[in-house]
């Protein structure tokens, strides 16, 4: 069967018209909260260049199509591996904050996501991120 080498959830999340539509809808709100916490650890930097949203919001799509074809094949640690190397340079390329500085990017954006995840739990009273510690 073709599906035989891809990762088995993403096999399954595909049997289907709904199946794809529905990871279509959730693809694209990630991709658009993704683009704005990158555009704001972006801001950070001045020497950055191409900080607009829609230069971010390409920044963002990339990420994410590497992101889902790494994981379509592989798993675990050396996928988050790749993937992270991969944005770390795609970053670092597109918007020239150097190497170290898209990995500070990437940190930021990560801290400013949970801190807004946490403050919008607390205002709707539900639970959005549950954090290790």
């Known amino acids: 069967m073709i599906f035989e080498i891809f990762n088995e959830d993403w096999a399954q999340m595909f049997s289907s018209l709904e ?10 709100i990630f991709l658009i909260i993704m683009a704005i916490f990158l ?4 801001n950070i930097f001045s020497s950055a260049r191409h900080i607009e949203f829609g230069q971010v919001f390409i920044t963002s799509f990339i990420i994410t199509i590497i992101y889902a074809l790494t ?10 591996l790749i993937v992270l190397i991969a944005a770390w340079l795609i970053i670092s ?7 170290l500085g898209a ?3 990437t940190v930021i954006a990560f801290i400013l996501y949970i801190i807004v995840a946490i403050i919008l739990g607390i205002l709707l009273g539900i639970t959005l ?4 510690f």
């Open 19 to 28: 199946g794809i539509m529905w990871f279509l809808i959730f693809y694209l």
């Open 39 to 42: 555009k704001l650890a972006i």
């Open 71 to 80: 994981f379509l094949f592989l798993g675990g640690w050396l996928a988050w």
């Open 93 to 99: 390329g597109r918007h020239h904050v150097g190497f």
């Open 103 to 105: 990995i500070l990017v």
């Open 129 to 132: 991120i549950v954090l290790p």
